[in-house]
């Protein structure tokens, strides 16, 4: 090499060293960069070398600007947060009417134009659960937007006794935790397991016929009250299938006309009302008898009953509810999923058990109580029954309704097994063979 081309070498790389380097440390979701230009070598040090690179997760491009939307969802109007930056951007509000498609449609499209992003780029999504269900969330899949919907209840509120609270401090605040989650923060927030349109339809049979049993209820209730401001108590437990034409008040004497006719009122509403109850019994045993193919809850039905101590209801509750739909990879998940885990208080000295979470499906959750009752009953040699035995048995009321709760949720991780694996809980038993429960007889 001759000494001009050896001069020019050694100044080039001079000019390299010397060269303003611009290390840019923002997640890939923001469209621009806030780093600082420092004159630095070009070649990292050695710590910047063992720095873990931020990956995004999800199915978004990598390298490519991303708009994010959060939506407020209200009764009457929707409040649409957009940002394409990082959390110092100003985010841009827009209110639409409510259920308004094309208007959502259209605030995207202004979005990206006003930010600047290409008309194809890539859009994340959020908004919490609520009353509108998931109908939006397959809306905006349908036309390639990245959509989670969230529990509410795991969102960070401030904890001061006054705060201010509005839909766009909350459309906001939904905007902040949605880029944490894009850049691949997944403990941010409880993403929702969304379930398909027929998994979430097969739900309507049990929990209409949970509905009704309920009125049922409170009819009776209401009646007997009535009954009992003039002294009448009927002798049977519950109400018999006519009402009675020779009710008499404490004296004897006639009821009063107007409560009477209160009375005759609410009977018509209890005969529908158990009419439409033993409809709903009969529907579900029918679909029992038929077993249709295509529905993947009656195999899990099938299996549950027949087990000892588990009746027709709770196996269809567990199965339509839990286990036809969710996938579930370990025990916590399952126990987390109907809200029985535990939930501590730890900091310094100070160690409180609170109780259960309650933050899973709370059909489930209290079907799970009385099926640990149950089991206790009709299972006595399973291990589950001799664990509680010799844990809570022997203490008073409040420690075995304790006990109960963390029996319950044992059945349900053993349930769960032994519709993963086939194997049966240790020690228990199964039911003799015997048909589908027969359909009830007409009112």
Known sequence: MCADEGLHAILGKASQINKPFVRNYVGEWRT??????????SQLSHWEELMPTMTTHGSLAANRPTLLLALDLGNTTWKLGFRAGGPAQPPRIRTIPARDLGALQREIVAAKRRFGLAPDAPVASCFEAGRDGFWLHRALIGHGVQNVVVDSCSIDRPVRGRSAKSDRLDTTALLDKLGHHVDGNQRGWSVVHVPSVADEDRRHLHRELTTMTWERTRLVNRIKGLLALHGVVLARRG??????????TWNGSALPPEIAARIRREWRRLVFVRRE????IRERRERLRQNDPADPTLPIVRRLFALRAIGEVSAWVYASEFFAWRQFRNRRQVGAAAGLCSTRRMSGDLAQEQGISKTGNRYLRALAIELAWSWLRRQPKSALSEWYQRRFATGGARLRRIGIVALARKLLIALWRYLETGQLPT?????????????????
């Open 32 to 41: 621009y960069e806030r780093a600082a230009t420092v004159d630095a070598p």
């Open 239 to 248: 109400l018999p299938r006519h009402l009675p034409v020779d009710l008499a």
């Open 277 to 280: 109850v033993l409809a709903l």
């Open 427 to 443: 020690g228990a038993e199964l039911k003799p063979d015997r048909p589908t429960p027969r359909c009830p007889a007409p009112a």
